[in-house]
């Protein structure tokens, strides 16, 4: 059960936040921004509402997917520690149980996840102006015209390891930040809830939910940088050799705080987002519970 609830609630989470994803991406790998809103105003004027839903209808499917993937590998990893640790599965785990479990949920999304979070950035970052938009010169037609079509491309003109660029990145960034954000959210549920209660309420899941998709984001904006600058260094490229010499090269030419592009963006979007994440799984998860228990 843990494997839909993580579905619905990854699906529904996407929906709310792809259009501040998609500002965020183009704010880390374009320099000729100056900040949230003139990305926001430049994206609306050239491309219209449709500039900020780039390749988000695939993005869903896989997101749905991954957090499924991510919530059941997380409680059944936790299970399993908890067996192994205390000779059973429903014994409380500790802090340490808890990030190890995220982080190996963390790792188990990476394989998943990285050909969609290529393309995502892709696609994001093509440029197309909306037909309504005058322009002297005729509109050449977009080099991915969608998400399928961007992995097909993406793997003749790069070849499978095309699909996985800014694979390390992604390992660093998801592996310690699910670690932190599902330890973030069993800490504040436990804090929260008054003593005597078996499970939080549903204001208190939003709450943690949210401080938890905040604080994970926050650590995880440097390695989302270097993520999103190897994923769209396409073959006509070839800028970066790898993780360590795109973050070197990103700081020498643009300076430290060229790390945290995107950081207020990462935070202000995780809020809603990972309450919307949480609170859905929760409430999924205990609607089934309730319905197998009144038979």
Not at 65 to 88: D, E, M, P, Q
Not at 266 to 287: D, G, H, K, Q, S
Request: glycine share 10%; hydrophobic share 40%; proline share 4%.
């Amino acid at each position: 059960m843990d494997f839909i609830a993580g579905a619905i609630g990854g699906g529904l989470s996407t929906a709310v936040g792809y259009p501040l994803d998609t500002v965020k991406v183009r704010i880390q790998t374009e320099r000729h921004y100056n900040g949230i809103w003139h990305c926001i105003q430049e994206t609306y004027r050239t491309e219209k509402v449709w500039g900020f839903y780039k390749g988000m209808s695939a993005s869903v499917l896989t997101v749905s997917l991954i957090s499924s993937v991510s919530f059941g590998t997380y409680k059944n990893f936790l299970w399993t520690i908890c067996k192994l640790r205390y000779g059973a599965a429903e014994a409380k785990p500790s802090k340490l149980d808890v990030s190890l479990a995220g982080g190996a949920a963390g790792a188990v999304r990476v394989v998943l996840m990285a050909p969609s979070e290529v393309a995502k950035v892709r696609m994001q970052t093509q440029r197309n102006p909306h037909p309504s938009i005058a322009s002297p010169q005729p509109v050449s037609k977009p080099k991915y015209q969608g998400s399928l079509h961007c992995l097909k491309v993406i793997a003749k003109e790069e070849g499978f390891g095309g699909l996985y660029k800014g694979c390390s990145a992604l390992l660093c960034r998801d592996c310690a930040s699910s670690a932190i954000y599902f330890l973030t959210y069993s800490a504040l549920c436990d804090w929260l809830t008054p003593a005597g209660k078996n499970k939080p309420g549903f204001l208190v899941v939003l709450l943690s939910g949210g401080f938890a998709g905040v604080l994970a984001w926050g650590l995880a904006t440097p390695m989302d940088v270097i993520k999103s600058r190897l994923q769209t260094d396409e073959l006509d490229q070839h800028k970066y050799k790898g993780l360590i010499h795109c973050a070197r090269e990103s700081v020498r030419q643009e300076g430290a705080k060229v790390l945290f592009k995107g950081l207020g963006l990462n935070c202000i979007r995780a809020f809603p987002v990972n309450m919307v994440v949480f609170v859905t799984y929760e409430a999924v998860l205990r609607f089934t519970d309730h319905y197998a228990n009144k038979k």
